[in-house]
């Protein structure tokens, strides 16, 4: 009876597996799908592989969420943000804020101390003093330049960890503006939060400054990215494979003014207090999206010779330099650019 019983139970059993191995179905295929969102700006996009549209359209929403989100922290441009009220208040004493923003701000002050102040988040006033911020132009005066002095300088600002404040040295307001590392840093935050979601292969893009790659298309080796050659409009410089690292490229190409035939720079020297001159563009690959959009910066405002130097002993940080008197310049960079030709583009993701 008990062996006719334990019969009767694996019968039962290898018939549930049956049944169960018949309603497996194979997952469904990979799709690519493109989102876009306006913040900071200018035009976030992702593109993704997932299922099915309605897992695309979820997922990238909460990714954009992330975006939006970020941008309340650390916009200069509204007053309710986080960074606006450091801005405000610091400069009367220490001020408490969030886990997040004392990592931004430690991680655009280390930055500053690594590049000797080539990397400053402290200009916003040199932005509007030049007329930036509205997309006009402007020259300032000397005098103008000498009264902003005060209140520039990253080494006025104290971080204290241990009770995550901010405080202002100088005890003047100060303009804390994050254009040159916040895309980045916001790009950091949607990748994780992706990763998360279980996505192995995307592509993000900050207005095309900022770009970072999550894994690969389906069979290929990574996400096909060109570099562009500022000197020739609609060609490239360097055609590279992303995957699992950041891109950014800071360059004049959009933003700048000329005046009396002269072109100015929105990208500044903080110790000139003046547009940089001589330089192109600027293109850095890092494993970081946070830290690539920063060093796009400094290897734009420090010159060629000390770019070399400071880039040297970072392996991982790979540089292409493009400067009108020293023309081509490749640090740890994939390839050989400087001696190759530009040619016309024809990859998925033009960096423009």
Same mark, same amino acid.
């Given at each position: 009876m008990e062996k006719s019983l334990k019969r009767a139970y694996?019968?039962?059993l290898l018939g549930a597996v049956a049944a169960c191995t018949c309603v497996v179905q194979a997952a469904p295929p990979q799709q690519r799908f493109h989102q876009v969102h306006r913040a900071m700006g200018t035009e976030f996009t992702i593109d993704l592989y997932t299922s099915d549209e309605q897992t695309a359209s979820q997922i990238a929403g909460e990714a954009f969420d992330e975006v939006d989100r970020i941008e309340a922290l650390l916009s200069n441009y509204l007053p309710t943000s986080e960074l606006s009220r450091i801005s405000r208040e610091a400069a009367t004493g220490p001020v408490t804020t969030d886990p997040e923003t004392?990592?931004?701000?430690?991680?655009?002050l280390h930055w500053s101390r690594e590049s000797n102040g080539a990397f400053d988040i402290t200009v916003g006033p040199l932005l509007r003093a030049w007329g930036f911020y509205f997309h006009g132009g402007r020259i300032p005066s000397e005098a103008e330049l000498a009264a902003l002095r005060s209140h520039l300088g990253w080494s006025n600002i104290a971080l204290d960890p241990a009770n995550r404040t901010v405080h202002f040295l100088n005890g003047q307001p100060m303009d804390l503006d994050p254009g040159s590392i916040g895309k980045g840093f916001a790009i950091d935050r949607v990748a994780a939060l992706l990763r998360q979601q279980g996505i192995s292969s995307a592509f993000l893009s900050a207005g095309g400054s900022t770009l970072y790659a999550i894994g690969a298309p389906p069979g290929q080796a990574g996400w096909p990215v060109n570099v562009p050659d500022p000197a020739h409009p609609g060609s490239t410089v360097s055609t590279i494979l992303?995957? %699992?690292?950041?891109l950014s490229t800071g360059a004049c190409?959009?933003?700048f003014f000329i005046q009396n035939g002269h072109r100015y720079c929105h990208i500044f020297n903080p110790l000139t207090m003046r547009p940089v001159?001589?330089?192109?563009?600027t293109s850095v690959i890092d494993p970081s999206a946070t830290d690539s959009d920063a060093l796009s910066t400094v290897g734009f405002v420090l010159t060629p010779e000390a770019s070399t130097r400071f880039f040297a002993d970072r392996p991982n940080t790979r540089v292409l330099l493009l400067a009108q008197n020293s023309g081509c310049l490749a640090i740890h960079w994939p390839g050989n650019p400087c001696n190759q030709p530009s040619s016309q583009?024809?990859?998925?993701?033009?960096? %423009?």
């Open positions: 694996r019968l039962l004392f990592a931004f701000l430690d991680r655009s992303l995957k %699992d690292q950041s190409t959009e933003k001159e001589g330089m192109l563009q583009s024809s990859q998925d993701h033009p960096h %423009d």
